[in-house]
């Protein structure tokens, strides 16, 4: 079992920067790949970036590409998203995510979640 709770979301500006956390309980949390994945209102939950066990491999979806940055710590059961450059359109509630199978970018290949964090960008 793991439990994320994520954090570091807020209220930005066009252009600006956040950097996401997501804390596992847990001593098999280097074990588990980790994901994050974004909500906007009235939209689909969809694929941020995953991260392998050992940080070593990294996914992005091509909106993010280039702007967010996945990292972890196993020492410190947590993983990362620094965000730069945001848009508008990276307005959504951010969820981590935790799956044994690998670096992953399908909702359905993730077994545990969190409660997720809002990040509001304005234009």
């Known amino acids: 079992q793991v439990q994320l709770v994520e954090s570091g979301g807020g209220l930005v500006q066009a252009g600006g920067s956040l950097r996401l956390s997501c804390a596992a309980s847990?001593?098999?949390?280097?074990?588990?790949?980790m994901g994050w994945f974004r909500q906007a209102p009235g939209k689909e939950r969809e694929f941020v970036a995953a991260?392998?066990?050992?940080?070593?491999?990294?996914y992005y979806a091509d909106s993010v590409k280039g702007r967010f940055t996945i990292s972890r710590d196993n020492a410190k059961n947590t993983v990362y998203l620094q965000m730069n450059s945001l848009k508008p359109e990276d307005t959504a509630v951010y969820y981590c995510?935790?799956?044994?199978?690998?670096?992953?970018?399908?909702?359905?290949?993730?077994?545990?979640w969190g409660q997720g964090t809002q990040v509001t960008v304005s234009s």
């Open positions: 847990g001593r098999t949390f280097s074990s588990y790949a």
């Open positions: 991260i392998s066990w050992s940080g070593g491999s990294t």
């Open positions: 995510a935790a799956t044994r199978v690998g670096v992953r970018s399908k909702i359905w290949e993730y077994d545990y």
